[in-house]
């Protein structure tokens, strides 16, 4: 008989009967004219009633608008189902709802620089920016591009964006020029905001020759930047910042649009290809990310939000949502590493953060840094963490509560820029198990299908969602068939929103939690069974002997065998023993079959400029393909150190 999991975590009292989302599920509860004692209950009623649920969330989170009569126009296609079809909202007027001099923003830099906003200069700034724009002749629909880093001036350009219907699209200035190119070069922009340089590392990064050449190729109408501190920029036709805001006219009212109007223009990693420009609405961000911040968040007025981001990962976007909350959002710009591992830990003490997010490869690296925030940082104020951008490690759970902080909600959540949100997420009435994500999203129909296309629990699979959603990206750019969109979400199950990972629901009682097993399509398939390459990572990981590693299922002799490509820490070698040592903690935290045949060294390891390792275009060096797209790899170099190895020959 095997023993239930202890958790690591539980809500006291406080959380259970004082949370938003125990009050909203009161307000569910008088809906449904059931009791919704559980999350369980709770997240079934929102799955089942999806009109009720989200005319709920509307009023509970106080958006503003018109929100129309019907919440949803049904079609038999997934994609084609329109929520809130007579609504009319804007984004900017939700996030700058509350106008007072409590501090919207702050903004800090890794050499300590520290800027602040209130949300009432907030909101004269993004008008001045929606006045100068709307002078410009931008009118809804037009796209508004920024090379930015994370700082203030970005969320007031993309603010003033919103304001008057325009869409905004974001690459972080780490982007090569073909980088961004590949990006802004399918939209076509007519707005350019940029900056002409930024920090990073200890060292400044001029932008000025970047900035001309993204001028000269995309040829927008206007072209802003930003001057770095204490920087005068160089850059040719360009306006400057200050200057253009101070020349504004008055404010214009808010743009009245549809929920479907396309609010964003995100990209996949283009890895595989140039990246899909996925198009989400405003009215499906809007709600999905107050319904994650407030009710899975438990975030409020009085908290402070951070979370470690570059503009060109959804979490940027998702960051800037957290003021509908009326919460006071941290920005930070540079490496989170410099001068020392400890440095996003010493920000949560200067600036009071409540809820900190991060990746979970930046825990892994605190860990192997040997930093113990709990004795070295009052953290007092910190209640929540959330961790994204990949499987959060079972050991890190372990780290985080030992090493950080034992009363800590750890919510490790996932989802992506697909849908510019989450399907799992953490909540503040449910405990936290190791290795697991707390539970499913509300109001998402989420579920893990086998190859049959049956829904299993306890068994690994596709994690698929069987419902329409707000959230859903109102089209790509430029597929006028929708074969593209058609492809990516619903080609492995017809009318079902395939995600792409490899996970498994694990029932609890009162609520599910679901672990993500790694990307489907860099499952290893050994012997024909399937294997999550999250679980190859778990454990070799946790030896202090590797900094890093990336696997791959190479073809060889009719089968496929599992290669493990490591990066030793500082002065170790791949020796026989430790290869030993690998196996035996592979064979041993995992089975059998995870056991990598090959085991080799690389002095490096290649991942997108977001930061996520590129699995896919290493097996396509191995295999002798060619690699479409390095232009978006942050390091496209790295993908030399796997061609040609001798030991993979057939």
């Known amino acids: 008989m095997t023993t239930a999991p202890s958790p690591l975590w539980q809500p006291d009292a406080q959380r259970l009967q004082h949370s ?37 969330v509307w009023d509970f989170c106080e958006l503003q ?57 907030l909101r004269v700034a993004a008008g001045q920016v929606a006045a100068q724009l709307r002078a410009a002749g931008i009118q809804p629909g037009d ?23 325009a869409i905004w699209s974001s690459c972080s200035p780490d982007f090569g020029v073909q980088g961004v190119l ?31 050449d993204l001028h000269d190729h995309l040829k927008p109408e206007l072209l802003v930047v930003i001057p770095g501190r204490g920087h ?48 989400h609405g405003t009215g499906g961000a809007l709600i999905q990310h107050a319904k994650e911040h407030r009710l899975h968040g438990d975030l409020g007025a009085d908290d402070v939000l951070f979370y470690f ?29 410099y001068p020392d591992a400890a440095r996003l830990f010493d920000l949560i003490d200067a600036e009071n953060i409540t809820h900190f997010g991060t990746s979970a490869k930046f825990v892994q690296a605190v860990e192997k840094a040997g930093v113990v925030p709990r004795d070295s940082h009052h953290l007092s104020s910190l209640r929540t963490l ?39 997420l953490g909540s503040p009435l449910v405990p936290v198990y190791r290795g697991e994500l707390q539970c499913l999203g509300l109001g998402l129909d989420v579920a893990v299908f086998n190859d049959d296309g049956e829904s299993v629990v306890g068994e690994k699979g596709e994690l698929v969602c069987r419902a329409p959603f707000p959230a859903c990206p109102v089209a790509f750019w430029n597929d006028p068939d929708e074969q593209r969109f058609h492809d990516a979400y619903f080609d492995t199950f017809e009318n079902i929103w395939a995600h792409g990972d490899y996970a498994e629901i694990v029932a609890h009682e009162g609520h599910d939690g679901l672990i993500i097993h790694g990307r489907s ?22 030896l202090e002997e590797i900094r890093e590693a990336i696997v791959i299922g190479q073809q060889f002799q009719g089968d496929v065998r599992v290669v493990l490509f490591v990066v030793p820490a500082n002065g170790v070698e791949l020796s026989d023993e430790l290869q030993k040592k690998i196996r035996t903690t592979i064979r041993a935290g995992a089975s059998p079959r995870h056991v990598p045949a090959v085991i080799l060294t690389v002095p490096e390891i290649p991942r997108t400029v977001s930061g996520k390792i590129v699995e896919l275009a290493v097996r396509d060096v191995v295999h002798g393909r060619e690699v479409r797209n390095r232009n978006a790899l942050a390091n496209p170099e790295a993908l030399a150190h796997f061609a040609d190895r001798p030991e993979l020959a057939g």
């Open 20 to 56: 938003q989302l125990s009050a909203f599920r009161e307000q569910a509860a008088t809906l449904a004219g059931q009791p919704l004692d559980d999350y369980r209950a709770l997240h079934q009623w929102s799955v089942r009633e999806p009109e009720a649920f989200w005319n709920l």
């Open 65 to 121: 608008g018109h929100k129309g009569e019907r919440v949803l126009e049904p079609s038999p296609v997934f994609r084609h189902n329109r929520w809130f079809p007579d609504a009319r909202i804007n984004m900017a007027e939700n996030l700058l709802a509350r106008d007072d001099t409590h501090t919207a923003l702050i903004s800090v830099d890794e050499a300590g620089r520290r800027d602040e906003i209130s949300y009432n200069d």
């Open 143 to 165: 796209r508004v591009a920024g090379f930015m880093p994370n700082r203030i001036e970005t969320v007031i350009a993309a603010l003033g964006c919103a304001w008057i219907g």
């Open 182 to 212: 590949d990006r802004f070069g399918q939209i076509e922009p007519k707005v350019l905001f940029a900056c002409d340089g930024y920090q990073y590392n200890g060292k400044w990064i001029d932008l000025d020759q970047r900035i001309h």
């Open 232 to 279: 005068t920029t160089r850059v040719r036709q360009a306006l400057n910042w200050k200057d253009w805001l101070a020349a504004a006219g008055p404010m214009p009212e808010f743009e009245p649009l549809a929920f479907n109007h396309p609010l964003y223009i995100l990209y996949s990693s283009g890895t595989t290809g140039a990246p899909k420009c996925i198009v």
């Open 309 to 337: 981001t570059t503009c060109g990962w959804m979490m940027w976007n998702w960051l800037v949502s957290g003021l509908q909350t009326g919460a006071t959002l941290v920005l930070f710009d540079g490496n989170p590493a």
């Open 386 to 424: 959330m961790s994204t951008g990949s499987p959060l490690l079972h050991e890190s759970y372990d780290f985080l509560y030992e090493k950080v902080k034992p009363d800590l909600l750890v919510s490790s959540i996932s989802g992506g820029t697909d849908i510019l949100s989450c399907f799992a």
């Open 521 to 542: 399509d860099a499952v290893l398939n050994p012997g024909g069974v399937r294997i999550g390459t999250a679980e190859i990572y778990r454990q070799v990981e946790t």
